[in-house]
């Protein structure tokens, strides 16, 4: 048995999930009147409910208890104030100074200071193409965390869109993407970013190496690269190799780990795209969320709060899978973004002690946004055989209001988490006039648990505060589950085995060592190809 499940609290919650699995949230609510009041906080303008999960306050004061007996305070103490939490890379874990402001520390503030002199050279149009030119299109290409968190903020604040100038996202290895996007651009208007933390990623450096043979072959002189390249990286020297002029790279710290460096200078598209003034306010939005989960106690403490209903549905109620569905359009790659950040995190089986889990770790990450998954998978969520958990994400006032729109909206959002809550039952449906032949299918179990987050507006501030409330939510997590929630290692076994296969693909080596599979497949492609 590990530390975590012999804690006490741990055995109390295994115990106490026993009596819970036979409540149906129904059964909760009608013992209830107060429930919304007493499952639901707020926090400047943020409002998450949680009522309609299969829990009690009962069951929150077991997991507080449980989030002290693993020293969360602790931990959040050891981030805050710089500790190599991050021990496997003996690095600090530092996003949440990227959004200090006057607190932030010096090199943090003079790199801002940079960033926004640079968006007002291009905004004003004193920074020009190589003929003279205005920019009117900015490429980013980045993958990953340097490309996710850019290009949903992006998407997010589209209401706040710059006039003058489009923001682009390439991210794919795959040459349909760079190629669609460079087909409608013209070199002398285009400014790339090449944002990458390492700056030897394989996706990223072979899309900036076409980008600047794109440039180059219609400029036809070496000089226009520092008119169209700036880079965005903590490794200066590479992005110095690849021919970014040192006064075009904006670095950032080690620190500052993938899929939280939207704060850093690889959030130049947010800035280009809506304006620093707006960047700002979403640094601003992060740190009031910074500033609450650093001091709120336990019980109004919202990322804690969301950390513990999570652990409650994987480990308690035996949830593989956790949804995110934004009813907002402008949320859509919401989703994506929280996949890397949760999954990449939390998808770990070895503890920091080095021990194996006995416990199940991140659940999978997934969703869409709302109304669009209703009328697709939403059938399974409401009839099939898994239990999945939910957070539903609304924002009350519309970023496009088109008459007759969200109010509609807005009313699906409710109406599904409550028919996922409560369901219908057989009784309901031969009272509603249904065939009795039909009955059956026409029941609907409910008891899915979800939770509903509220934005009173989808502004720059506002989406601070919700990225940062799931950024902290993964560090309960981790602290809980007793993971490293700020290394990656699980993904490097594949690059090194891509690389080891490119001259194999091209047909330029042998590798003898190959599995019957991956050769049989390699020997297809190479028939099909030539
Ligand atoms: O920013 P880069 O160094 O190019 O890395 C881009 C991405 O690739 C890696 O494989 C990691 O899994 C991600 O965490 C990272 O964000």
Same mark, same amino acid.
Request: hydrophobic content about 45%; some cysteine; proline content about 4%.
């Given at each position: 048995?590990?530390?975590?499940?012999?804690?006490?609290?741990?055995?109390?919650?295994?115990?106490?999930?026993?009596?819970?699995?036979?409540?149906?949230?129904?059964?909760?609510?009608?013992?209830?009147?107060?429930?919304?009041?007493?499952?639901?906080? @707020?926090?400047?303008?943020?409002?998450?409910?949680?009522?309609?999960?299969?829990?009690?306050?009962?069951?929150?004061?077991?997991?507080?208890?449980?989030?002290? @007996?693993?020293?969360?305070?602790?931990?959040?103490?050891?981030?805050?104030?710089?500790?190599?939490?991050?021990?496997?890379?003996?690095?600090?874990?530092?996003?949440?100074?990227?959004?200090?402001?006057?607190?932030?520390?010096?090199?943090?503030?003079?790199?801002?200071?940079?960033?926004?002199?640079?968006c007002e050279s291009v905004h004003s149009g004193e920074w020009r193409g190589y003929t003279g030119e205005r920019i009117s299109d900015v490429v980013h290409l980045?993958?990953?965390?340097?490309?996710?968190?850019?290009?949903?903020?992006?998407?997010?604040?589209?209401?706040?869109?710059?006039?003058?100038?489009?923001?682009?996202?390439?991210?794919?290895?795959?040459?349909?993407?760079?190629?669609?996007?460079?087909?409608?651009?013209?070199?002398?208007?285009?400014?790339?970013?090449?944002?990458?933390?390492?700056?030897?990623?394989?996706?990223?450096?072979?899309?900036?190496?076409?980008?600047?043979?794109?440039?180059?072959?219609?400029?036809?002189?070496?000089?226009?690269?520092?008119?169209?390249?700036?880079?965005?990286?903590?490794?200066?020297?590479?992005?110095?190799?690849?021919?970014?002029?040192?006064?075009?790279?904006?670095?950032?710290?080690?620190?500052?780990?993938?899929?939280?460096?939207?704060?850093?200078s690889i959030g130049l598209p947010v800035a280009l795209a809506i304006g620093f003034r707006n960047f700002e306010q979403l640094l601003a939005g992060a740190h009031?969320?910074?500033?609450?989960?650093?001091?709120?106690?336990?019980?109004?403490?919202?990322?804690l709060t969301l950390a513990l209903i999570g652990i409650w549905n994987r480990n308690f109620l035996g949830a593989h899978s956790h949804a995110i569905f934004p009813?907002?359009?402008?949320?859509?790659?919401?989703?994506?973004?929280? @996949?890397?950040?949760?999954?990449?995190?939390?998808?770990?089986?070895?503890?920091?002690?080095?021990?194996?889990?006995?416990?199940?770790?991140?659940?999978?990450?997934?969703?869409?946004?709302?109304?669009?998954? @209703?009328?697709?998978?939403?059938?399974?969520?409401?009839?099939?055989?898994?239990?999945?958990?939910?957070?539903?994400?609304?924002?009350?006032?519309?970023?496009?209001?088109?008459?007759?729109?969200?109010?509609?909206?807005?009313?699906?959002?409710?109406?599904?988490?409550?028919?996922?809550?409560?369901?219908?039952?057989?009784?309901?449906?031969?009272?509603?006039?249904?065939?009795?032949?039909?009955?059956?299918?026409?029941?609907?179990?409910?008891?899915?648990?979800?939770?509903?987050?509220?934005?009173?507006?989808?502004?720059?501030?506002?989406?601070?505060?919700?990225?940062?409330?799931?950024?902290?939510?993964?560090?309960?997590?981790?602290?809980?589950?007793?993971?490293?929630?700020?290394?990656?290692?699980?993904?490097?076994?594949?690059?090194?085995?891509?690389?080891?296969?490119?001259?194999?693909?091209?047909?330029?080596?042998?590798?003898?060592?190959?599995?019957?599979?991956?050769?049989?497949?390699?020997?297809?492609?190479?028939?099909?190809?030539?």
């Open positions: 048995m590990s530390r975590l499940t012999a804690t006490p609290a741990w055995q109390a919650l295994a115990r106490h999930a026993g009596e819970m699995r036979q409540h149906h949230l129904r059964d909760l609510f009608a013992a209830d009147q107060q429930r919304f009041a007493e499952l639901s906080l @707020q926090h400047n303008g943020l409002l998450l409910d949680f009522s309609k999960q299969r829990l009690s306050t009962a069951t929150l004061a077991l997991l507080r208890e449980l989030a002290e @007996q693993t020293n969360w305070r602790q931990w959040r103490e050891r981030m805050r104030n710089g500790e190599a939490i991050n021990h496997t890379e003996q690095r600090a874990v530092g996003h949440h100074w990227l959004r200090a402001g006057v607190n932030a520390p010096e090199d943090v503030r003079a790199s801002l200071s940079r960033l926004a002199a640079f980045g993958i990953g965390g340097s490309d996710l968190g850019p290009r949903m903020a992006v998407q997010a604040l589209a209401a706040s869109q710059h006039p003058d100038l489009r923001v682009h996202f390439v991210a794919n290895l795959d040459g349909a993407d760079l190629a669609s996007q460079l087909s409608r651009l013209d070199p002398r208007r285009t400014l790339f970013i090449v944002a990458s933390k390492t700056f030897t990623t394989l996706e990223t450096t072979v899309n900036a190496s076409t980008a600047r043979a794109w440039l180059l072959h219609a400029a036809g002189n070496e000089a226009a690269v520092a008119r169209h390249f700036v880079a965005a990286s903590s490794n200066q020297a590479a992005a110095a190799a690849f021919g970014i002029a040192p006064e075009n790279v904006f670095p950032f710290a080690e620190w500052v780990g993938g899929r939280f460096s939207l704060w850093s009031d969320l910074d500033e609450h989960f650093f001091t709120a106690p336990a019980a109004s403490n919202l990322p009813y907002s359009h402008s949320l859509r790659l919401l989703p994506s973004h929280l @996949q890397q950040l949760e999954m990449e995190s939390n998808g770990k089986r070895v503890d920091r002690d080095r021990f194996a889990v006995d416990y199940q770790t991140n659940p999978i990450v997934w969703g869409v946004a709302g109304t669009n998954g @209703q009328h697709s998978f939403f059938q399974l969520l409401h009839q099939g055989s898994e239990l999945v958990a939910s957070d539903f994400i609304a924002v009350a006032r519309p970023d496009f209001p088109l008459p007759g729109h969200h109010s509609g909206l807005l009313a699906s959002c409710l109406a599904q988490a409550a028919a996922l809550a409560f369901g219908q039952t057989a009784e309901e449906a031969r009272a509603a006039g249904i065939d009795e032949s039909l009955v059956a299918y026409r029941s609907f179990p409910g008891n899915q648990p979800s939770s509903t987050l509220i934005l009173p507006a989808l502004t720059p501030f506002s989406l601070g505060q919700l990225i940062a409330l799931y950024e902290h939510k993964v560090f309960c997590q981790g602290v809980l589950w007793h993971l490293n929630s700020f290394d990656q290692w699980g993904v490097e076994l594949g690059k090194q085995l891509a690389g080891r296969l490119l001259p194999v693909i091209r047909g330029e080596g042998v590798a003898p060592e190959l599995d019957a599979s991956t050769r049989g497949l390699i020997d297809y492609l190479r028939k099909v190809r030539y």
